[in-house]
């Protein structure tokens, strides 16, 4: 087997990644690729010398410790962006890594890639946090299909069900089961590739990057989530929430946004740790710092549901167009539509927005509704804020304990069996009914200064080639961002 990391992930202009392989392979070739409308080297290293690296038996909380095989200085031409870090060994074998490039200059719009979430997700060399784990090190490879998958519009979770056998069976052999629920290439990518398209000038940074350093949005009009951004910590949303309030744009172009709170440890917080339903052994737990224990943001415990930053919560909304779940239109039925971010889009009250692409599937947010006048509004009941606009709902449901997944673990406890337990005070009948028939919600609403717009769902990335998500995305980033094309 051939394998790779680096550490960090993230650097600026002449800073040094340290890239790890391990590989009983003699020697390889390095590429470094940046990806964006169009994949380009940047630079590439030839003669590398590999050897097998132990894997220590904690691998997954510990991370691999390899040795460095060697030092990869950002060059000052090197663009900002995602850069995958291929590895070919001279027997042809490849694995991938990937770094970050961040900007030597902050320019309008920033796109945080949800690299905490990638780290849950983790089941390289031990377990993830859906497999037993509680502690994640980012120290360590990524498996197969995170980082690059083809079709990923194809092997994406909404389109499980319409896989034939022999295609899932093909491409679940070469490519992790969990590089459908998280991963650069299924939403990141694709939004990468149309900011790109459009002339949307994007600045990029990770998960840690945003925990670890206050300032980091100050420079910025536009923040944006993309895909599945699941696993937030404390810090994370204590700066996005902060700048809102002092006049930021948050775009949550995502869904399951923020579901999870989990803490960086360990040196240079590459440990990712989240105890999600084991809670209870949680070493904060009982103490003053209780309210940093890592499970649900909307628990009890926390005391500051995700809704309170992106107007929605996965406890509200569930899963769509997936197995034990409403598969609906595939989109959104918009209920505002002459609302700015509509413009330019020709829309009734009742219309679909995205439902050949299917834009509503897979892990959606939601809210708590009610009718006035033949219409949704939130109620403001879970911590979304009362000036919170309904643009656009779809049915949405969370899986009991018997609704799970396959390849999930015979200790996995459903979603809305847990929700009726915490936040409704008992797993029953009455409390499942509530939980259970969701609703993603698309919307917005103002903070302070500034503004927040939530698509509640996942795969919005996936309806950009429609031209109508596409306008109506231009619309909701257009006002704050810089879009190159247009000065020209």
């Known amino acids: 087997?051939?394998?790779?990391?680096?550490?960090?992930?993230?650097?600026?202009?002449?800073?040094?990644?340290?890239?790890?392989?391990?590989?009983?392979?003699?020697?390889?070739?390095?590429?470094?690729?940046?990806?964006?409308?169009?994949?380009?080297?940047?630079?590439?290293?030839?003669?590398?010398?590999?050897?097998?690296?132990?894997?220590?038996?904690?691998?997954?909380?510990?991370?691999?410790?390899?040795?460095?095989?060697?030092?990869?200085?950002?060059?000052?031409?090197?663009?900002?962006?995602?850069?995958?870090?291929?590895?070919?060994?001279?027997?042809?074998?490849?694995?991938?890594?990937?770094?970050?490039?961040?900007?030597?200059?902050?320019?309008?719009?920033?796109?945080?890639?949800?690299?905490?979430?990638?780290?849950?997700?983790?089941?390289?060399?031990?377990?993830?946090?859906?497999?037993?784990?509680?502690?994640?090190?980012?120290?360590?490879?990524?498996?197969?299909?995170?980082?690059?998958?083809?079709?990923?519009?194809?092997?994406?979770?909404?389109?499980?069900l319409d896989m034939s056998r022999d295609d899932r069976r093909g491409h679940f052999a070469d490519y992790s089961l969990w590089s459908s629920a998280a991963g650069f290439a299924n939403w990141e990518r694709l939004f990468v590739e149309w900011a790109e398209r459009e002339g949307l000038a994007l600045d990029y940074a990770t998960s840690l990057d945003l925990a670890q350093e206050p300032e980091l949005l100050d420079s910025y009009s536009t923040y944006i989530s993309v895909g599945h951004d699941e696993y937030w910590s404390a810090a994370m949303r204590d700066h996005v929430e902060g700048w809102v309030e002092r006049g930021g744009h948050a775009v949550f172009l995502s869904g399951n946004t923020a579901f999870w709170q989990v803490r960086f440890e360990g040196a240079d917080d590459h440990q990712v740790v989240g105890y999600k339903l084991d809670f209870a052994l949680d070493p904060v737990v009982g103490t003053d710092q209780e309210h940093?224990?890592?499970?649900?943001w909307s628990?009890?415990?926390?005391?500051?549901?995700?809704?309170?930053?992106?107007?929605?919560?996965?406890?509200?909304?569930?899963?769509?167009?997936?197995?034990?779940?409403?598969?609906?239109?595939?989109?959104?039925?918009?209920?505002?539509?002459?609302?700015?971010?509509?413009?330019?889009?020709?829309?009734?009250?009742?219309?679909?927005?995205g439902g050949d692409p299917v834009i509503v599937g897979y892990e959606c947010d939601g809210c708590e509704l009610a009718l006035v006048d033949g219409r949704p509004v939130a109620t403001g009941e879970g911590g979304t804020p009362d000036n919170f606009i309904v643009l656009g709902t779809a049915p949405a449901h969370l899986w009991a304990t018997e609704e799970?997944?396959?390849?999930?673990?015979?200790?996995?406890?459903?979603?809305?069996?847990?929700?009726?337990?915490?936040?409704?005070?008992?797993?029953?009948?009455?409390?499942?009914s509530k939980y259970g028939s969701g609703r993603a919600v698309m919307?917005?609403?103002?903070?302070?200064?500034?503004?927040?717009?939530?698509?509640?769902?996942?795969?919005?990335?996936?309806?950009?080639?429609?031209?109508?998500?596409?306008?109506?995305?231009?619309?909701i980033i257009g006002k704050h961002a810089v879009f190159t094309a247009d000065d020209d």
């Open 404 to 432: 799970g997944a396959p390849g999930l673990p015979d200790t996995y406890v459903g979603e809305l069996n847990w929700v009726a337990e915490r936040l409704g005070g008992a797993d029953t009948p009455e409390n499942r």
């Open 443 to 475: 919307g917005c609403f103002e903070r302070g200064a500034g503004s927040v717009f939530t698509a509640g769902c996942t795969d919005w990335a996936y309806g950009l080639v429609d031209e109508r998500v596409s306008q109506v995305t231009r619309n």
């Open 1 to 160: 087997m051939l394998d790779a990391y680096c550490w960090p992930q993230s650097g600026q202009a002449g800073d040094r990644i340290g890239l790890s392989i391990s590989g009983d392979v003699g020697s390889c070739t390095i590429e470094i690729l940046r990806v964006g409308e169009q994949v380009k080297t940047v630079q590439t290293i030839g003669d590398v010398a590999v050897d097998i690296q132990p894997v220590p038996d904690d691998v997954a909380e510990a991370g691999c410790g390899w040795d460095t095989s060697v030092q990869v200085v950002i060059d000052d031409n090197w663009q900002t962006g995602f850069h995958l870090v291929r590895v070919t060994a001279t027997n042809g074998e490849t694995c991938d890594a990937f770094l970050v490039v961040r900007p030597s200059t902050p320019g309008d719009t920033l796109l945080v890639l949800s690299t905490s979430t990638w780290a849950a997700y983790n089941d390289w060399g031990g377990p993830s946090f859906y497999t037993g784990g509680h502690r994640s090190s980012q120290q360590r490879p990524l498996p197969q299909g995170f980082l690059d998958k083809p079709r990923p519009e194809y092997f994406r979770m909404a389109s499980y």
């Open 299 to 353: 628990d009890p415990l926390t005391g500051r549901p995700e809704s309170e930053m992106t107007g929605v919560t996965f406890t509200r909304g569930g899963y769509a167009h997936v197995r034990h779940a409403p598969r609906g239109t595939g989109g959104y039925t918009v209920w505002q539509p002459d609302h700015p971010f509509f413009e330019g889009v020709d829309l009734i009250a009742g219309d679909v927005l």
């Open 292 to 296: 940093t224990v890592s499970t649900m």
